[in-house]
Nanobody, 116 residues
């Protein structure tokens, strides 16, 4: 069974940086969109950044200029470089991959905590 595995979460002070990574435990063919979502306590899950196989990345307004998404199509991995972190970035971050046939995979999440 294919799984997405996130890593890189942790505790960081405001203004600091973290790099999240997501890899597949099995083979997923024809991945189109890779992305990151987050869910803060008591809030709904929200889009952070997505990146199609061909095209430009899309970012939530709240992270533009601070976060950068990147992907390695050969390895089926996606990363999220997070700089200038703020306490409001505290959340569980989830990796998501969607194939060209609209099959969707989610990771189990990695916790990012930003202290003030």
């Amino acid at each position: 069974q294919v799984q997405l595995v996130e890593s890189g979460g942790g505790l960081v002070q405001a203004g600091g940086s973290l790099r999240l990574s997501c890899a597949t435990s099995g083979s997923i063919f024809s991945i189109n969109i890779m992305g990151w979502y987050r869910q803060a306590p008591g809030k709904q899950r929200e889009l952070v950044a997505t990146m199609p196989r061909e095209g430009i990345p899309n970012y939530a307004d709240s992270v533009k200029g601070r976060f950068t998404i990147s992907r390695d199509n050969a390895k089926n991995t996606v990363n999220l470089q997070m700089n200038s972190l703020k306490p409001e970035d505290t959340a569980v971050y989830y990796c998501k991959m969607t194939t060209y046939t609209y099959v969707t995979f989610w990771g189990k999440g990695t916790l990012v905590t930003v202290s003030s």
